[in-house]
Every structure is written in C-alpha cells, then in structure tokens.
C-alpha cells in the first residue's frame, strides 16, 4: 500500500504525520516509537526494531553454545 504523508515543521525538527487507518492497523499511537533505515531506494519507516532479529540470532547462538552453562544457572 502505498500513501502520500505530508512533512510538517515541528519545532527544530520535520514530522510526518500518519493517516489514522494505518496507525490503528499498525498499533501506534501518540508518543510511539518507531524506527527509521535508510535504503538505497529511501527511507524504511518501522514500528519493528530491526536491530532485534540480529539480536535474537546472536542470543540463540551463545543459548545454544552455553545450553549446559545456562541450565545449571537456572537452578
């Protein structure tokens, strides 16, 4: 789906303000964070870390690599 949002002056900052269908599909409300990539075709806005997947990848490696270490802490 693609939408047209306007940029706004906010203070020393530029805003974009999101259509309130897409908010409520989304989940996002006032004072939500959301993340911004930049891409070699533009800009990536998200409401998803996406630092978190590579995050989890390395949790699972060192649970995996400690599986015996980490039983035995749980104790």
């Known amino acids: 789906m693609v939408r047209t949002v306007t940029l706004r002056k906010m203070g020393g900052s530029i805003g974009a303000t999101l259509p309130k269908d897409l908010a409520e599909r989304l989940h996002l409300?006032?004072?939500?964070?959301?993340?911004?990539?930049?891409?070699?075709?533009?800009?990536?806005?998200?409401?998803?870390?996406?630092t978190f997947d590579a995050a989890m990848a390395a949790y699972r490696r060192g649970a995996r690599k400690y599986k015996n270490a980490l039983r035995e802490l749980a104790k």
């Open 29 to 50: 409300d006032a004072g939500d964070e959301v993340f911004v990539v930049e891409t070699e075709r533009g800009l990536f806005i998200t409401p998803y870390d996406p």
